[in-house]
């Protein structure tokens, strides 16, 4: 467990020594257009200074916007896209990494495999993620991205690319919340975070099926803050990078509110009890496309 963080302005820091901000800004399934162009600038405007997007979420150009309009610096901005399935192989995912910088007017900070394997290759794996990936390394070696990592990468993932890699990867971003207790996802974070990657969590209010649930209802009362902001700290006490989303301005900020408190060590061995919530996203074996 962790209780190191203490502002937005904390970070995480990678195995090349980059540094990323501890809470980021998710924006799945956030539509193109001014939603959100609006929602990116209502994050930037809270404090966060950790915008994360992806080719698939289909609003790259948004983000890009919203960036550009932004009296935030760019230079002061972690900024995250991804690779889609379609799009890996050595070739495609350099052009993809050159559509997606068009798309955001700028390069990322951090780029990362969106999916590890998906049924519809999977005669193809694992050739085509270490294809894929050795295009990642060649966007960081060339110096025009300033980090790589993966996401949805269980043990068994991880672990073909460390034996074809030159350079292993920074992130994992995962599936990691409240009532999520999947042997093989909580060993990947373990994993993951043993072997010196960042662990960062997508989901991580859970898509609104935990709010209202019992035990995290009691720990928000009992510490005087909303359900969702229990949500972002549970991330945090265990070393997980949260991402969490909305299109609200006042749930944005509020989200980013979560360093006023730390739940005890009471509050966390109730919430690790909680199994109920499940997977919401598919098995990282199962993606389709």
Known sequence: MTTM??????????????????????????????????????ALDAGYRHIDTAEFYFNEES???????SPVPREEIFLTTKVWNTHQGYDETLAAFDASSKRLGT??????????????????????????????????KEG??????????????????????EVPPMVNQIEYHFGFTDADQLEAAEFSKAHG????????????KAFGHPVLASVAKKHGR????????FCLEHGVLPLPKSATPSRIAENADVFSFSPDADDLAALDAVSSIGRLGPHPDEARH
């Not at 900070?109 to 060649?138: C, F, G, Q, S």
């Open 5 to 42: 963080f203490s502002s937005l302005k904390d970070t995480f820091t990678l195995k090349n020594g980059v540094t990323v901000p501890c809470v980021g800004f998710g924006t799945y399934k956030t539509p193109e257009g001014d939603v959100c162009k609006k929602s990116v600038l209502a």
């Open 63 to 69: 983000v890009g916007k919203a960036l550009a309009k």
């Open 107 to 140: 390069a990322p900070d951090l780029y990362l495999v969106h999916w590890p394997i998906t049924k519809d290759h999977k005669d193809d794996y694992p050739a085509r993620l270490i294809d894929t990936w050795r295009a990642m390394e060649t966007l960081l």
């Open 144 to 165: 025009r991205v300033r980090a790589i990592g993966v996401c949805n990468c269980l043990k068994s993932h991880l672990n073909v690319l460390f034996d074809e890699c």
């Open 197 to 208: 990657m960042v662990v960062e969590g997508w989901a991580p209010l859970c898509r609104g």
């Open 226 to 233: 909303t359900e969702a902001q229990v949500l972002v700290r």
